[in-house]
C-alpha cells in the first residue's frame, strides 16, 4: 500500500508563492509518474503539473512559466513551486502517483488560497 502525505499550503497574497511537496511510503512499489492535480469549488478537478520517472514534465497551459514541477526519485517525493500566483489558482491541491503495477494513489489534499 502506499501512502502520500502533502504539506505546504496555505493564505499567499496575489503575486505571492508557495511550495508544496509530497511524499510517499510503503513497501515494494515503484512510481512511475507524480503529479499535481486541483480542484476548485464547483469545478472539476484538472491536471496542475506531472512528471515521469524519466523526468518527462507535463503543464496545464494557466501554469506554465509560473509553476514548476521536480522530483526526487530516491526519496520518492515531488515539489509544486508555484510563482506568481493569481486569485483563480485558489483551489485544493492533491498529489497523485501512478505506480509502476497501474495503481494510481491520491494525497489527501492541501489548500491553497489566493486572496489579498
Known amino acids: 500500500q502506499v501512502q502520500l502525505v502533502e504539506s505546504g499550503g496555505g493564505l499567499v497574497q496575489p503575486g505571492g508563492s508557495l511550495r508544496l511537496s509530497c511524499a510517499a511510503s510503503?513497501?515494494?512499489?515503484?512510481?512511475?509518474?507524480m503529479g499535481w492535480h486541483r480542484q476548485a469549488p464547483g469545478k472539476q478537478r484538472e491536471l496542475v503539473a506531472g512528471?515521469?520517472?524519466?523526468?518527462?514534465?507535463t503543464y496545464a497551459d494557466s501554469v506554465k512559466g509560473r509553476f514548476t514541477i521536480s522530483r526526487d526519485n530516491a526519496k520518492n517525493t515531488v515539489s509544486l513551486q508555484m510563482n506568481s500566483l493569481k486569485p483563480e489558482d485558489t483551489a485544493v491541491y492533491y498529489c497523485?502517483?501512478?505506480?509502476?503495477?497501474?495503481?494510481?494513489?491520491w494525497g489527501q489534499g492541501t489548500q491553497v488560497n489566493v486572496s489579498s
Open positions: 497523485r502517483v501512478l505506480t509502476a503495477a497501474n495503481l494510481i494513489v
Open positions: 510503503g513497501r515494494n512499489f515503484r512510481i512511475y509518474s
Open positions: 512528471i515521469t520517472d524519466t523526468r518527462s514534465i
